[in-house]
């Protein structure tokens, strides 16, 4: 049984009988009402009604990130951050994505079930490069130069870590990676990820067959200093962008994806070490060989 009074599911269709605020009509029209008038809070809607907030001091934040040019200068040391050893797997970074734009949208689809067919090393590296990966374009501000990506970010600050669970990809090993996006490889983790537990045991999905579990960790420091109460919005649109990328490449490559906004965030956030506070495991793709 789905554990409403946890989740805060509801619609108007929907009883939800353990929330307090729904035990007198047990219709959840009046909820809403409750919630519209302001008898009643949920987080989403406290979000919501306060998104266009903005502090004085947020936008002496955004001044004085610009003034100092902090983004270059992070971008600047960007790679000292990475992993580079024995157990590092360098990625290729020739691939190209040859499908027209055009066709990339008409083969998009949604996918849950994958055939049993490896994605073979060439097209996860590609993948992974146009993805969430660094393109070959450089900008310089204020005299320094900057390495840019094949998505957008907000003020280039790029708060996400992207992390793989592989499960079908010839011939990296299964497990769970850190992917480094300056020297476009992946570092191992960790290798007892249950992918099953992850996403609630949701049967749904093909965990045989699939290749490639992304997962989108949100470190609020990298972007809050700068803009306050705005930083998760623009967190959001840069996941939204991101899995947008991951999805036309994928029907480039021949690959079936899916995005999943439903999924066990403590789980992943234990077995990854993240605290819960300031760095927050937000959304997952699944990606694998499209069937026939």
């Known amino acids: 049984m789905s554990k409403f009074e946890i989740k805060k599911i509801f619609n108007q269709y929907l009883k939800v009988k353990c929330?307090?605020?729904?035990?007198?009509?047990?219709?959840?029209?009046?909820?809403?009402?409750?919630?519209l008038m302001g008898n009643a809070r949920t987080a989403q809607f406290s979000y919501l009604l306060n998104l266009g907030a903005v502090r004085?001091?947020?936008?002496?934040?955004?001044?004085?990130?610009?003034e100092a040019n902090i983004a270059s200068q992070i971008n600047a040391y960007k790679r000292y951050e990475e992993?580079?050893?024995?157990?590092?797997?360098?990625?290729?970074?020739?691939g190209e994505i040859l499908m027209p734009l055009g066709d990339c949208l008409k083969a998009r689809?949604?996918?849950?079930?994958?055939?049993?067919?490896?994605?073979?090393?060439d097209s996860f590296s590609t993948l992974c490069k146009y993805s969430f990966g660094q393109s070959e374009r450089k900008e310089e501000?204020?005299?320094?130069?900057?390495?840019?990506?094949?998505?957008?970010?907000?003020g280039g600050l790029y708060p996400l870590q992207i992390f793989l669970y592989v499960n079908n990809v010839s011939p990296i090993e299964n497990g769970l990676y850190r992917y480094q996006v300056?020297?476009?490889?992946?570092?191992?983790?960790?290798?007892?990820?249950?992918v099953s537990r992850f996403l609630n045991n949701d049967k749904s999905f093909d965990l045989k067959n699939f290749s490639l579990l992304v997962i989108y960790e949100y470190d609020v420091n990298k972007n809050y200093l700068k803009y306050g109460e705005l930083s998760l919005l623009l967190t959001l649109i840069e996941v939204g962008i991101i899995s947008?990328?991951?999805?036309?490449?994928?029907?480039?490559?021949?690959?079936?994806?899916?995005?999943?906004g439903g999924f066990?965030?403590?789980?992943?956030?234990?077995?990854?070490?993240?605290?819960?506070?300031?760095?927050?495991?937000?959304?997952?793709?699944?990606?694998?060989?499209?069937?026939?």
């Open 141 to 154: 501000y204020g005299g320094i130069e900057v390495s840019c990506r094949y998505h957008a970010s907000g």
């Open 19 to 35: 929330d307090p605020c729904n035990i007198a009509n047990l219709k959840n029209i009046d909820l809403f009402d409750s919630i």
């Open 182 to 194: 300056s020297s476009h490889s992946i570092y191992p983790v960790r290798k007892d990820f249950d």
């Open 264 to 292: 066990d965030k403590h789980y992943a956030e234990n077995i990854l070490n993240i605290d819960g506070l300031n760095s927050h495991i937000i959304f997952t793709n699944i990606c694998g060989r499209r069937r026939q």
């Open 56 to 66: 004085t001091k947020d936008m002496r934040s955004l001044a004085a990130f610009n």
């Open 83 to 94: 992993v580079e050893g024995d157990k590092t797997i360098y990625l290729k970074s020739d």
């Open 244 to 260: 947008h990328n991951f999805e036309l490449c994928s029907s480039a490559l021949k690959c079936g994806a899916c995005q999943i």
């Open 109 to 121: 689809k949604s996918a849950r079930k994958f055939a049993p067919i490896p994605l073979d090393f």
